[in-house]
């Protein structure tokens, strides 16, 4: 049993300034540690660079026992075994990347007792021996890094991660799981993978990053609204996320003939011409670099004052990922997303094609869902997104809808005009040419189909032809309606449409994205 004779405060903070350095706990740091010392079960939640190795090292010093911390990342363990026996803590690594002396050392340690941190790659569960030797060597904790590797439905999922279960149950010791992905689906899977299904207690702090100003924009000349966002930026660190490959070139070329210094970034590169870009953003102020999701894992620059997205990002946890790479040292920092209907039939058709089971596709839906509620969002972009993440702010102040909140009208009666022209004509036809119904415009496909007898011909003419490619975006990115993939982007009904149709709920929807699409809105096909 855990012995837990003085985890007060006080040792906290003693243990916290003399062993560790820092001054402070931060911000959730000393609920963790004191629920990880006292031996419960715990998940914590918290963003990248949110001190979550505190969280378990400190109660590691505290508790009786070995505590064994699995990662994936052996570059990081290694540094952390660096940084935690410079500061005079026994600890050690087995990973693939040990040398023969360094784990006959590890082994040494143990034997004698003196080790206080096992770092453990998780092929190691794997290997025979392994949880033999952990029974022997009295473990007290186990700490799973990176615990969102156990899901199945993840990007980074580690089968080895699902031995951990197993560990935890045959060693009967407690278990803190830390993690950066919030989403409700990941952390069911934990609570059932990890703790045997059985709630640990759990913790989600940090999220938000007040110093990062927050806004969306309709997509309605993309190029020229980024240039535009980078010119009244010149002479500071940006990044520009794109879709594709190919635009990250193009792209930074139009930013260098605006004047800027611009290079571009993706994963198509060779290893050392991305590594030169990495270097150059290092080190030179003022570059923008046009990317692919491909640039960030390894960006370090707490200066970068400002991320656009091109495109809309695939999801909102990357989203929230992307636009985090922005004012690391705390001065504000911009951000500004561009989205029009392309980039949403774009994301759904790439998640229709996956080759991924039918759950984790509902799952990746719902997380472009939460993103694209973002962008249409009526009020307070932060609180929607913190929302999101299970975090909660007050006030916020700091995003375009607290700048300048948006005009809303009620966009009951044209979404139902719409949805009938969807309905009536079997939900075969994409956008342009409903809207081509709605506006009553004559064309060859519209009297071939004979569309020019239905009832709803002409009930739209209200709106211009942009008008509406602006309501079916909104219609998109609230989910009333999802392109077919089967029928090139033939657009159905979804479910959430049905109470509106029927008269059972009325929709506001934003004025200036019907407003704003006169002469040039994204067209809609
Ligand atoms: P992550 O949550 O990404 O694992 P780390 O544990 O690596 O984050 O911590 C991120 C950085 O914050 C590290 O440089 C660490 O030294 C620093 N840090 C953690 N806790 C504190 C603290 N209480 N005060 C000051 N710096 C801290």
């Given at each position: 049993?855990?012995?837990?004779?003085?985890?007060?405060?006080?040792?906290?903070?003693?243990?916290?300034?003399?062993?560790?350095?820092?001054?402070?706990?931060?911000?959730?740091?000393?609920?963790?540690?004191?629920?990880?010392?006292?031996?419960?079960?715990?998940?914590?939640?918290?963003?990248?660079?949110?001190?979550?190795?505190?969280?378990?090292?400190?109660?590691?010093?505290?508790?009786?026992?070995?505590?064994?911390?699995?990662?994936?990342?052996?570059?990081?363990?290694?540094?952390?075994?660096?940084?935690?026996?410079e500061?005079?803590?026994?600890?050690?690594?087995?990973?693939?990347?040990?040398?023969?002396?360094?784990?006959?050392?590890?082994?040494?340690?143990?034997?004698?007792?003196?080790?206080?941190?096992?770092?453990?790659?998780?092929?190691?569960?794997?290997?025979?021996?392994?949880?033999?030797?952990?029974?022997r060597?009295?473990?007290?904790?186990?700490?799973?890094?990176?615990?969102?590797c156990?899901?199945?439905?993840?990007?980074d999922?580690?089968?080895?991660?699902?031995?951990?279960?197993?560990?935890?149950?045959?060693?009967?010791?407690?278990?803190?799981?830390?993690t950066?992905t919030?989403?409700?689906?990941?952390?069911?899977e934990?609570?059932?993978?990890?703790?045997?299904?059985?709630?640990?207690?759990?913790?989600?702090?940090g999220?938000?990053?007040?110093?990062?100003?927050?806004?969306f924009?309709?997509?309605?000349?993309?190029?020229?609204?980024?240039?535009?966002?980078?010119?009244?930026?010149?002479?500071q660190?940006?990044?520009?996320?794109?879709?594709?490959?190919?635009?990250t070139?193009?792209?930074?070329?139009?930013?260098?003939?605006?004047?800027?210094?611009?290079?571009?970034?993706?994963?198509?590169?060779?290893?050392?011409?991305?590594?030169?870009?990495?270097?150059?953003?290092?080190?030179?102020?003022?570059?923008?670099?046009?990317?692919?999701?491909?640039?960030g894992?390894?960006?370090?620059?707490?200066?970068?004052?400002?991320?656009?997205?091109a495109?809309?990002?695939?999801?909102?946890?990357?989203?929230?990922?992307?636009?985090?790479?922005?004012?690391?040292?705390?001065?504000?920092?911009?951000?500004?997303?561009?989205?029009?209907s392309?980039?949403?039939?774009?994301?759904r058709?790439?998640i229709?094609?996956?080759?991924?089971?039918?759950?984790?596709?509902?799952?990746?839906?719902?997380?472009?869902?939460?993103?694209?509620?973002?962008?249409?969002?009526?009020?307070?972009?932060?609180?929607?997104?913190?929302?999101?993440?299970?975090?909660?702010?007050?006030?916020?102040?700091?995003?375009?809808?607290?700048?300048?909140?948006?005009?809303?009208?009620d966009?009951?009666?044209?979404?139902?005009?719409?949805?009938?022209?969807?309905?009536?004509?079997?939900?075969?036809?994409?956008?342009?040419?409903?809207?081509?119904?709605?506006?009553?415009?004559?064309?060859?496909?519209?009297?071939?189909?004979g569309?020019?007898?239905?009832?709803?011909?002409?009930?739209?003419?209200?709106?211009?032809?942009?008008?509406?490619?602006?309501?079916?975006?909104?219609?998109?990115?609230?989910?009333?309606?999802?392109?077919?993939?089967?029928?090139?982007?033939?657009?159905?009904?979804?479910?959430?449409?049905?109470?509106?149709?029927?008269?059972?709920?009325?929709?506001?929807?934003?004025?200036?994205?019907?407003?704003?699409?006169?002469?040039?809105?994204?067209?809609?096909?």
């Amino acid at each position: 049993a855990p012995s837990m004779p003085d985890g007060t405060s006080r040792t906290f903070d003693t243990l916290l300034s003399e062993v560790f350095g820092f001054a402070s706990f931060r911000p959730g740091q000393r609920d963790i540690v004191q629920a990880v010392t006292e031996g419960q079960n715990a998940l914590a939640i918290m963003p990248t660079g949110g001190g979550k190795s505190l969280c378990f090292q400190l109660p590691a010093l505290c508790r009786d026992g070995v505590t064994v911390v699995v990662s994936p990342l052996i570059a990081l363990m290694r540094d952390q075994v660096r940084a935690l026996r410079e500061a005079g803590v026994a600890a050690g690594a087995l990973t693939s990347g040990n040398t023969d002396d360094e784990t006959e050392a590890v082994f040494a340690a143990l034997d004698e007792g003196t080790l206080k941190l096992l770092y453990l790659a998780p092929e190691r569960l794997a290997a025979s021996g392994t949880q033999a030797m952990l029974r022997r060597i009295g473990v007290g904790l186990i700490a799973v890094d990176e615990a969102h590797c156990v899901s199945q439905w993840g990007h980074d999922f580690r089968p080895d991660y699902l031995r951990i279960g197993e560990l935890r149950a045959s060693l009967n010791v407690p278990l803190a799981a830390f993690t950066a992905t919030a989403d409700a689906e990941t952390r069911a899977e934990i609570t059932t993978r990890l703790f045997g299904g059985s709630p640990p207690q759990e913790f989600l702090h940090g999220f938000d990053r007040p110093n990062i100003h927050l806004a969306f924009a309709p997509k309605d000349g993309p190029r020229r609204q980024i240039l535009d966002f980078a010119a009244a930026r010149r002479g500071q660190s940006g990044i520009v996320y794109c879709a594709t490959r190919a635009k990250t070139e193009t792209l930074s070329k139009a930013l260098r003939e605006d004047g800027h210094p611009a290079t571009f970034y993706h994963g198509g590169m060779e290893a050392d011409a991305r590594r030169d870009v990495e270097e150059r953003f290092q080190r030179e102020d003022g570059l923008i670099v046009v990317a692919t999701v491909a640039f960030g894992m390894g960006i370090d620059k707490p200066d970068i004052r400002w991320v656009a997205h091109a495109d809309l990002p695939k999801s909102i946890e990357s989203y929230y990922q992307e636009i985090g790479r922005a004012g690391r040292d705390g001065a504000p920092a911009e951000t500004l997303t561009l989205f029009g209907s392309d980039d949403i039939r774009l994301r759904r058709t790439q998640i229709d094609e996956s080759l991924a089971p039918p759950e984790r596709r509902d799952a990746d839906h719902g997380r472009l869902n939460a993103l694209l509620g973002l962008a249409e969002a009526l009020e307070c972009r932060r609180s929607t997104l913190l929302s999101y993440f299970g975090d909660s702010v007050t006030t916020c102040g700091n995003c375009d809808l607290c700048d300048r909140p948006p005009d809303v009208i009620d966009g009951t009666d044209a979404v139902r005009k719409a949805l009938s022209a969807i309905l009536r004509t079997g939900e075969n036809f994409g956008a342009g040419h409903l809207i081509d119904i709605l506006t009553g415009t004559q064309t060859d496909k519209i009297s071939q189909r004979g569309h020019d007898k239905l009832p709803t011909f002409g009930v739209g003419r209200e709106f211009t032809k942009a008008q509406w490619q602006g309501l079916f975006r909104q219609m998109m990115g609230r989910d009333l309606l999802r392109p077919d993939r089967e029928r090139h982007g033939a657009l159905f009904m979804t479910e959430a449409a049905r109470p509106i149709l029927k008269g059972e709920q009325r929709i506001k929807l934003r004025r200036d994205a019907i407003a704003a699409r006169q002469r040039s809105g994204p067209a809609v096909k």
